[in-house]
C-alpha cells in the first residue's frame, strides 16, 4: 500500500463524562490520543483534530469549522491539510487507546489491490453506490479482477456485524468526493453531520478481528471504560 495519512478525531464534547477533555485523559501512563497516533506513527501525515495543549512532535493539529461542529466537519478539516498525493487515510476516533499498528496494518491490507497472484481480501462488502447525482466530483471507479469494485474503505466490524466506522482506512479521493457532496447539500456546512452521512454511499470492506487481545475499536465513552482500558494496557 505504500504511505497513508492519518486523520485523528479528537473534537467530541464528552457528555457522558462532563465534558471532559475525554483524549487526553491517560490509559497506561499516556493520553488515550497519543496512544491513538502511536499506532499511526508510520503515518505521512498525522493530522490531529481538535483542541490540544501537547501533542507528539510532527503532528499537524487544526480545528473543526465550526468548533465542536461534530465527525464529518472535523473530518474535513483534517483531509484539507493533506497533499493531493496521499491517496488513502486512517480515519480514527481520538479515544481509542486499544489501537495498535498491527491492527491500522490488517486494515491496509484489505485496501491493496488484486493482483492475479493473489486472492481477493476477505470480508463483506456493500453494494456499489448509486449515482451521486453529478453535484460532486465523483472519485474514479476502482475495478478489481473479478469486474466489481474495489472497496473505498475498510473498517472493522464486531461481534455483532456493526461498523466501527471510526477505526477503518480509507481512499483520499473517495472521502472528499462526499465532502463536496454534503457541504453542497446542506448549505455549505457540514456542522451536525453524522459519520453515517460520510460513508453512507461507498464501498467499505468489511473486517473482523483476528488479532489477540482486546478489540482495537474499544472505544472510552464512560469513565467505567476508561477504567476497563487501563486495565487492559498493564
Do not use: N
Not at 465542536?68 to 487507546?97: E, K, N
Not at 447525482?133 to 455483532?160: H, I
Not at 460513508?199 to 468489511?206: I, M, P, T
Amino acid at each position: 500500500m505504500g504511505t497513508y495519512a492519518a486523520v485523528v478525531l479528537a473534537g467530541g464534547a464528552a457528555r457522558r463524562m462532563g465534558g471532559l477533555d475525554k483524549p487526553a485523559l491517560p490509559v497506561g501512563g499516556r493520553p488515550m490520543r497519543d496512544r491513538v497516533l502511536a499506532a499511526v506513527s508510520d503515518a505521512t501525515p498525522q493530522v490531529l483534530v481538535g483542541a490540544a495543549d501537547a501533542v507528539p512532535a510532527g503532528v499537524r493539529v487544526v480545528r473543526e469549522d465550526p468548533p465542536g461542529g461534530g465527525p464529518v466537519a472535523a473530518a474535513a478539516a483534517g483531509l484539507a491539510l493533506l497533499d493531493p498525493d496521499v491517496s488513502v487515510v486512517a480515519l480514527l476516533a481520538a479515544d481509542l487507546p486499544l489501537l495498535t499498528r498491527a491492527a491500522i496494518g490488517d486494515l491496509l491490507k484489505h485496501l491493496e489491490p488484486e493482483t492475479p497472484d493473489t486472492e481477493p481480501a476477505g470480508g463483506r462488502s456493500a453494494p456499489a453506490p448509486p449515482d451521486r447525482g453529478g453535484s460532486a466530483p465523483a472519485p474514479p471507479d476502482r475495478v478489481g479482477l473479478d469486474g466489481e469494485r474495489e472497496p473505498d474503505g475498510a473498517c472493522f466490524v464486531d461481534g455483532d456485524g456493526r461498523r466501527q466506522s471510526l477505526c477503518g482506512v480509507w481512499r483520499v479521493a473517495a472521502l472528499r468526493a462526499v465532502v463536496h457532496r454534503l457541504t453542497v447539500e446542506r448549505g455549505g456546512s457540514l456542522s451536525g453531520a453524522p459519520v453515517r452521512a460520510l460513508l453512507a454511499d461507498l464501498v467499505v470492506r468489511e473486517v473482523a478481528w483476528s488479532g489477540e487481545g482486546p478489540a482495537p475499536w474499544f472505544d472510552c465513552d464512560t469513565d467505567e471504560d476508561v477504567r476497563r482500558a487501563e486495565e487492559w494496557a498493564r
